[in-house]
């Protein structure tokens, strides 16, 4: 993955930071500090390439499928400048941030540096008759570099979707080195809550703007795949393990959860674990976890300490195996696990017998996390009230998260204080007795 950069210099409440993006994104900080605000923005880089949002820029280029592609040239040819293309991207982020946080006011200028290596990508036709003697057909080819897309005759007010394909699948490789993405998903706070909702309910929202808005729309597309070939079973199997049942989509796209004791049951009497673990279920169910992309917002959202482990075992795998996250956190079991899993990577580099024993010593499945996948910021407020985002260095140890420890010790501390003086307290009550 070439490295795109997010240079901040005003976004909410965060202002002077840059963001290099990674595979996996991980953000903490306390809550009130734009880590939404960071995530979405990294998300809209994936909304980019994968839903081929470039209608608009071909607007502003004045250019025309129908008026470009005619009957009467055999060929014709035009450049797309890179640098137009970047400007365009920088403009259409700030009204994708506005629309997603509901915020028409948002304080934002934000520069996304993207590392095209070429000044112009050449854009092309050309006519191709196919078939066998006296029965061709004749098709219009279109090229985007060494891509290409061919067309029936029939195909007038095609508009421009088939060049914001290939402009989509373009930037895809350019910026991720791979054409295997199929789909991106925001998975927000709360968002169980919403699956019980009512379909009349979820309807109206989704007609709506926001970041609840963007779920439901995702949530309504994903239910109306059908299973891509590829999906990762062994994943599929683990987080039904996880939810002690599965998740059936029903034609009207009401959802049940189904366990072997119990059968299928509305999702609404599913515990809440189950119903903000249900999207994430139903997308591993559908779609190959390589051609994922997801922002996750709080993963561990209504799980005890034991599964939030799990889940993180869970993500740590889905990007080991070609998926794209972006995950903010307020979890300590979640980060400590994410680390263990960057330990036992860097333990089997070093010495994979010993890896293999520790393994199995501590019941660790074999699963680990390579750092250089990862980029962790931890958002901290400035004296002058301002946000920045600390980059966080990856060690041995992994993802140093200072402000979880900072609160741990110093609660800890407290604890001790307290037990002592009540110890104190009883002692001198004794002795007065």
């Not at 199929?182 to 909702?197: D, F, K, M, N, V």
């Not at 996750?296 to 889940?311: D, G, M, N, S």
Request: some cysteine; aromatic content about 8%; hydrophobic content about 40%.
């Amino acid at each position: 993955m070439k490295p795109v950069t997010l240079d901040i210099r005003r976004l909410g409440p965060i202002a002077d930071s840059k963001v290099v993006l990674k595979p996996f994104m991980l953000l903490s900080g306390e809550s009130g500090l734009g880590k939404s605000y960071v995530s979405m923005l990294i998300h809209y880089i994936y909304r980019l390439v994968f839903e081929a949002r470039t209608s608009d820029f071909f607007e502003q280029q004045n250019f025309s499928f129908d008026s470009w592609v005619t009957d009467t040239e055999d060929a014709k040819e035009l450049a797309i400048s890179t640098r137009k293309l970047s400007e365009w991207i920088n403009t259409d982020a700030v009204r994708y941030m506005k629309r997603v946080t509901g915020n028409s006011q948002l304080n934002m200028d934000v520069r996304i540096e993207m590392p095209f290596d070429v000044e112009e990508i050449a854009l092309s036709y050309r006519k191709e008759l196919v078939g066998i003697p006296g029965k061709e057909t004749l098709y219009t080819v279109l090229s985007l570099a060494e891509l290409q897309y061919r067309l029936l005759p029939e195909s007038k007010g095609f508009g421009d979707f088939a060049f914001r394909v290939l402009l989509g699948v373009w930037m895809q490789m350019s910026l991720f080195e791979s054409d295997k993405f199929l789909r991106t998903c925001l998975l927000i706070p709360g968002r169980g809550s919403l699956l019980s909702a009512p379909r009349t309910v979820q309807e109206g929202i989704g007609k709506s703007f926001g970041m609840v808005a963007e779920f439901l729309n995702d949530w309504n597309t994903i239910c109306d795949m059908v299973p891509q070939e590829g999906v990762d079973e062994s994943l599929c199997s683990k987080i039904r393990e996880l939810n002690g049942g599965g998740i059936a989509i029903k034609e009207d796209r009401n959802i049940d959860y189904v366990t072997s004791e119990a059968g299928a049951l509305p999702i609404a009497a599913a515990a809440s674990s189950v119903k903000e673990l249900t999207p994430l279920a139903v997308l591993l169910e559908k779609i190959p976890v390589h051609s994922l992309s997801i922002l996750f917002e709080e993963p561990e959202a209504h799980l005890h300490p034991t599964k939030q482990v799990k889940i993180a075992d869970l993500i740590v795998e889905m990007v080991s195996k070609g998926a794209h996250l972006q995950v903010t956190t307020h979890s300590d079991y979640f980060l400590r696990r994410i680390n263990d899993r960057i330990t036992l990577f860097r333990l089997k580099e070093a010495d994979n017998g010993r890896y293999g024993e520790a393994c199995k010593e501590y019941g660790y499945s074999d699963i680990t996390l390579d750092p250089g996948l990862v980029g962790a910021y931890l958002l901290r407020r400035r004296d002058d009230q301002t946000v920045e985002l600390e980059e966080q260095a990856i060690g041995d140890e992994g993802v140093p998260y200072a402000s979880f420890y900072d609160v741990v010790d110093r609660e800890v501390a407290h604890s001790m204080d307290i037990i002592k003086t009540l110890e104190e307290v009883r002692d001198a009550q004794s002795a007065v007795r």
